[in-house]
């Protein structure tokens, strides 16, 4: 079943809708359980796409084996991801930064207020986003430290790499995230991937993982894959962070998600006009290198990587 979430009218006699799909099994629902998967909130991340093609491909093979309700939201910013733009296209707005809304706002604000109405109730939310197209990120689950005790016991079913809890002093409240976790519905951000891209790998993981997150919420009776032990940070020292010291073309020398030794190479910044090495990027750390930069070009002080250091995989 395909439902108009909400709806606004655009110049030119078109309307802009934002839409979700139900799964649920045949006869009365009431009572079931309820995940919702929600990706698209930026429209230059499309890594959530494959997820949710991938969800509803995998319960409609196995329909019988569906106890529960499945809402799956692919474009939360439609707009933005017909024209390949972080935000909403024409009002330069991030839209993960209206929440919760409001109903008798402006366009934008009556918009971001059906959404949380629609998804709250959840038993979960699954908010998928990818990183930017500069960056690629292992599959993560990042957390406010607010809502750790909650939402860490899922983050752990859910088949990612590494569970990132921050402070809360740098969760913005007006993200999608905060506002459904603010107001009791658990919510759990993952990050993978790279911008504009789709990452086949990463996306079978976290469908893997979302499988496994309805099998022990009462929603799934089919078979799952077992999750991956995940990483668990909770200290902001156990990250150190990569940046480029001078401008230039970054070539990446080893790969993602690799054990490093302190001082071994990551990368160069070269210079191809000259055909000279400007610097050598090392590892400042024993660590995981869990963030690489994607796009090669980088001005001094642009962000390299991030590693996840030694002491907090190995503690």
């Not at 959530?48 to 474009?75: H, S, W």
């Not at 969760?171 to 990050?191: I, K, Q, R, W």
């Not at 999750?227 to 668990?232: M, Q, T």
Request: proline letters at 4%; aromatic letters at 6%; a negative charge.
């Amino acid at each position: 079943m395909i439902k108009t979430v909400a709806s606004v009218a655009l110049p030119v006699d078109e309307t802009l809708a934002i839409k979700k799909r139900r799964l649920q099994p045949a006869g009365k629902t009431k009572g079931m359980k309820r995940i919702s998967i929600v990706t698209g909130i930026h429209g230059d991340e499309l890594e959530g796409q494959y997820v949710c093609f991938e969800v509803a491909r995998r319960i409609e093979e196995n329909i019988d084996k569906l106890k529960g309700i499945v809402d799956i939201y692919p474009a939360m910013n439609s707009l933005g991801i017909d024209s390949i733009t972080r935000g909403i296209p024409a009002f330069d707005l991030d839209m993960n930064r209206l929440f919760p809304g409001n109903i008798d706002g402006n366009m934008t604000e009556y918009l971001a207020a059906e959404i949380v109405k629609d998804v709250s109730g959840s038993d979960l939310v699954v908010d998928i986003h990818a990183s930017n197209i500069y960056l690629t990120e292992i599959p993560q689950i990042r957390i406010n430290e607010l809502h750790e005790e909650v939402l860490v016991p899922f983050a752990k079913e859910s088949n990612v790499d590494f569970v990132w809890v921050h402070g809360a002093s740098t969760v913005l409240e007006s993200t999608f995230a905060y506002s459904l976790n603010d107001t009791g519905t658990p919510c759990l951000v993952v990050e993978m991937g790279v911008g504009m891209r789709i990452t086949k790998e990463y996306g079978d993981q976290l469908t893997d993982g979302i499988f496994n997150l309805m099998k022990k919420l009462g929603i799934w009776d089919g078979e799952v894959t077992p999750s991956r032990n995940p990483i668990i940070s909770k200290d902001p020292y156990d990250v150190s962070y990569l940046n480029a010291s001078v401008g230039g073309l970054f070539i990446q020398k080893v790969r993602h998600w690799e054990k490093l030794k302190k001082d071994e190479l990551i990368g160069l910044i070269i210079d191809p006009l000259s055909g000279k090495v400007l610097d050598e990027v090392k590892s400042p750390v024993d660590g995981i290198l869990f963030t690489i930069r994607e796009y090669p070009i980088v001005d001094e002080g642009s962000l390299v990587g991030r590693l996840l250091r030694k002491e907090a995989y190995e503690s």
